[in-house]
């Protein structure tokens, strides 16, 4: 009797549940065999259109096979399936982060003396770890410090200097990189740069001068002012990238990211990831975003842009899962200390009437997006500040009018302040995406109320402006490392505190619901992949992690402490707690 209804049961559910999904290409390929595993007694968020939760999810062959009830899904069991039983916990779809500096990470750790921790640190501390590492180095080597993520985590609120760089490092060029915009050097560097105290600005850069004597102090603000000194370091080597490249998955897999959008990859690194992907070592899907360096790109006639863009391989045309190269990162405006504005910063440090910087003439990144525009390569940019929106937006509309840039998802990175009702007009119009980083208004929450003042700074990040606005899909998260962990940037996007618990704009606050979406889908649909993963629907790859709490329901102030308990990819697990 029961041997005999058992298989009309397994035909009726398969049909329905057939029937019910729409089926990506490969779901019949999947529906003949018996799962690889089986997931259930869990709280499954599928983040489907219709927000579903189910108890248990069955992948075969990377791809995700049933989702339903235990009952339903247990159907797909065969011998060889591995039953993980789920205790109730939630699953979500693998993480996105939609901006991170993925391939700097891996070498961060690996390569540099590191305070990006969220640590909070004295100058002490700093010059111990760089004295540690000049006793491990030979003389004359560069020492490379990544500074933390702002001074708010720095009992002094500075950096060390160059004289006391100068004491536990008097033999290595020291150059400490606090988040590409601020950076100090000690006095091996500056001979080795041959910067003096002479040496004009750079154009959007600044060398800090001693009052009195006119000598450098070694600290500098905004990109154009490292480049002298980056220029010495040696490069990396291959094998040191791939290596860095096989941290950082280590890293992210730990932290439930599945996928990672670069959005400052280099063109040579291309070859360093796939690699990795022929030895079938990725455990993240990476797609890469090409930064266009100002002094390469500007003035350039769309006949010379298009010669470089060849150099750089675009359009990238592989169909690839794991290693895709999305497009380009335009960097408008500076961030914290620079980001272009209406109206004057509170803090002078910069001399009085201090706007920020643009790093680009409108002409320029206009003609390079009309370059992208005609060959279909996707823009990604940097849009810090109010002013940097306002002519961010104002290219763009004119590059509309020849290249319609509706359905191109073109993708607005940070947006960081209070969007106007003509912003929000052209935005929808355009049909612009907005990729948000919250955990910065809390690891630099402080900083932008200094210089930015007290509205502007606490506006910092108006998520719910934008995603009332553009709804969802149009509004995505990542991390810019500002802290890489994805639970302290969920956690910022809910209480929106800075490292004092301070709340910027309670109003901006947004749902769980909406955060999940925004960390998963909606990060896909930024790549257009969102037919392949980022959802826990049949035929979709199988991306998922399993949460030690309940994201949806435990205290806010929790949110931050979750960890994974394992992390799927392409129905592998990559990682188990
Ligand atoms: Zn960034």
Same mark, same amino acid.
């Given at each position: 009797?029961?041997?005999?209804?058992?298989?009309?049961?397994?035909?009726?559910?398969?049909?329905?549940?057939?029937?019910?999904?729409?089926?990506?290409?490969?779901?019949?390929?999947?529906?003949?065999?018996?799962?690889?595993?089986?997931?259930?007694?869990?709280?499954?968020?599928?983040?489907?259109?219709?927000?579903?939760?189910?108890?248990?999810?069955?992948?075969?062959?990377?791809?995700?096979?049933?989702?339903?009830?235990?009952?339903?899904?247990?159907?797909?069991?065969?011998?060889?399936?591995?039953?993980?039983?789920?205790?109730?916990?939630?699953?979500?779809?693998?993480?996105?982060?939609?901006?991170?500096?993925?391939?700097?990470?891996?070498?961060?750790?690996?390569?540099?003396?590191? &305070? !990006?921790?969220?640590?909070?640190? #004295? $100058?002490?501390?700093?010059?111990?770890?760089? =004295?540690?590492? *000049?006793?491990?180095?030979?003389?004359?080597?560069?020492?490379?410090?990544?500074?933390?993520?702002?001074?708010?985590?720095?009992?002094?609120?500075?950096?060390?200097?160059?004289?006391?760089?100068?004491?536990?490092?008097?033999?290595?060029?020291?150059?400490?990189?606090?988040?590409?915009?601020?950076?100090?050097?000690?006095?091996?560097?500056?001979?080795?740069?041959?910067?003096?105290?002479?040496?004009?600005?750079?154009?959007?850069?600044?060398?800090?001068?001693?009052?009195?004597?006119?000598?450098?102090?070694?600290?500098?603000?905004?990109?154009?002012?490292?480049?002298?000194?980056?220029?010495?370091?040696?490069?990396?080597?291959?094998?040191?990238?791939?290596?860095?490249?096989?941290?950082?998955?280590?890293? &992210? !897999?730990?932290?439930?990211?599945? #996928? $990672?959008?670069?959005?400052?990859?280099?063109? =040579?690194?291309? *070859?360093?990831?796939?690699?990795?992907?022929?030895?079938?070592?990725?455990?993240?899907?990476?797609?890469?975003?090409?930064?266009?360096?100002?002094?390469?790109?500007?003035?350039?006639?769309?006949?010379?842009?298009?010669?470089?863009?060849?150099?750089?391989?675009?359009?990238?045309?592989?169909?690839?899962?794991?290693?895709?190269?999305?497009?380009?990162?335009?960097?408008?405006?500076?961030?914290?200390?620079?980001?272009?504005?209406?109206?004057?910063?509170?803090?002078?440090?910069?001399?009085?009437?201090?706007?920020?910087?643009?790093?680009?003439?409108?002409?320029?990144?206009?003609?390079?997006?009309?370059?992208?525009?005609?060959?279909?390569?996707?823009?990604?940019?940097?849009?810090?500040?109010?002013?940097?929106?306002?002519?961010?937006?104002?290219?763009?509309?004119?590059?509309?009018?020849?290249?319609?840039?509706?359905?191109?998802?073109?993708?607005?990175?940070?947006?960081?302040?209070?969007?106007?009702?003509?912003?929000?007009?052209?935005?929808?119009?355009?049909?612009?995406?907005?990729?948000?980083?919250?955990?910065?208004?809390?690891?630099?929450?402080?900083?932008?109320?200094?210089?930015?003042?007290?509205?502007?700074?606490?506006?910092?990040?108006?998520?719910?402006?934008?995603?009332?606005?553009?709804?969802?899909?149009?509004?995505?998260?990542?991390?810019?490392?500002?802290?890489?962990?994805?639970?302290?940037?969920?956690?910022?996007?809910?209480?929106?505190?800075?490292?004092?618990?301070?709340?910027?704009?309670?109003?901006?606050?947004?749902?769980?619901?909406?955060?999940?979406?925004?960390?998963?889908?909606?990060?896909?649909?930024?790549?257009?992949?969102?037919?392949?993963?980022?959802?826990?629907?049949?035929?979709?790859?199988?991306?998922?992690?399993?949460?030690?709490?309940?994201?949806?329901?435990?205290?806010?102030?929790?949110?931050?402490?979750?960890?994974?308990?394992?992390?799927?990819?392409?129905?592998?697990?990559?990682?188990?707690?």
């Amino acid at each position: 009797m029961i041997q005999r209804t058992l298989p009309i049961l397994t035909f009726a559910v398969l049909a329905t549940m057939v029937a019910c999904d729409k089926a990506p290409d490969g779901t019949d390929a999947i529906q003949a065999q018996a799962a690889d595993y089986i997931l259930r007694n869990g709280s499954i968020a599928t983040v489907n259109n219709t927000l579903d939760t189910v108890t248990a999810v069955a992948i075969v062959n990377g791809r995700i096979q049933a989702v339903g009830n235990d009952e339903q899904v247990s159907e797909r069991a065969g011998p060889e399936t591995k039953i993980i039983d789920l205790d109730g916990k939630v699953v979500i779809p693998g993480i996105v982060d939609s901006h991170i500096h993925a391939l700097g990470y891996g070498l961060h750790i690996s390569q540099h003396v590191m &305070f !990006s921790t969220g640590e909070q640190l #004295t $100058v002490q501390d700093m010059l111990d770890g760089i =004295e540690a590492r *000049a006793k491990q180095v030979e003389a004359g080597q560069w020492i490379y410090v990544r500074g933390p993520y702002s001074l708010d985590f720095v009992d002094e609120r500075r950096l060390p200097n160059r004289k006391e760089l100068d004491v536990v490092a008097p033999l290595n060029p020291v150059f400490i990189n606090m988040q590409g915009h601020v950076g100090v050097v000690n006095s091996a560097a500056i001979d080795l740069s041959g910067v003096t105290k002479d040496t004009p600005d750079p154009e959007n850069g600044i060398y800090v001068h001693d009052p009195e004597t006119g000598e450098l102090e070694g600290t500098m603000y905004e990109f154009p002012a490292f480049t002298p000194f980056l220029r010495h370091l040696p490069p990396y080597s291959f094998d040191v990238r791939v290596n860095a490249a096989r941290e950082a998955d280590k890293v &992210f !897999s730990r932290l439930g990211i599945t #996928t $990672v959008v670069n959005l400052w990859a280099e063109p =040579e690194n291309l *070859a360093v990831l796939q690699h990795l992907e022929g030895l079938n070592e990725l455990t993240v899907r990476w797609s890469m975003v090409y930064r266009l360096a100002p002094e390469v790109f500007k003035g350039r006639s769309a006949s010379e842009i298009e010669d470089l863009f060849k150099e750089y391989g675009l359009p990238d045309e592989s169909d690839s899962n794991w290693v895709t190269v999305n497009g380009v990162k335009i960097i408008y405006d500076g961030f914290a200390e620079a980001a272009y504005m209406n109206d004057e910063y509170l803090e002078d440090r910069f001399g009085e009437g201090w706007k920020g910087v643009a790093f680009w003439d409108k002409e320029s990144m206009q003609a390079v997006m009309e370059v992208c525009a005609a060959n279909d390569i996707q823009v990604f940019v940097h849009v810090a500040g109010d002013r940097a929106l306002d002519d961010v937006l104002e290219t763009m509309g004119a590059v509309n009018d020849k290249y319609k840039l509706a359905g191109r998802r073109w993708t607005l990175e940070h947006a960081s302040t209070e969007p106007t009702e003509d912003n929000l007009r052209q935005v929808k119009e355009l049909e612009l995406l907005v990729s948000t980083q919250q955990a910065m208004g809390w690891s630099i929450g402080k900083t932008f109320k200094e210089t930015w003042g007290e509205e502007r700074g606490s506006t910092f990040a108006p998520n719910r402006s934008w995603l009332d606005a553009l709804g969802h899909p149009y509004v995505k998260a990542g991390s810019d490392n500002r802290p890489i962990d994805p639970f302290i940037g969920f956690w910022s996007f809910v209480v929106r505190e800075d490292v004092d618990g301070r709340i910027g704009r309670p109003d901006q606050i947004l749902a769980r619901e909406d955060v999940l979406r925004m960390y998963t889908a909606n990060g896909t649909y930024g790549i257009f992949t969102e037919d392949k993963w980022g959802t826990i629907e049949v035929g979709k790859f199988a991306d998922m992690v399993i949460l030690s709490d309940d994201i949806f329901n435990v205290p806010a102030a929790q949110i931050r402490s979750i960890q994974p308990v394992m992390t799927i990819v392409n129905g592998e697990i990559v990682y188990r707690h």
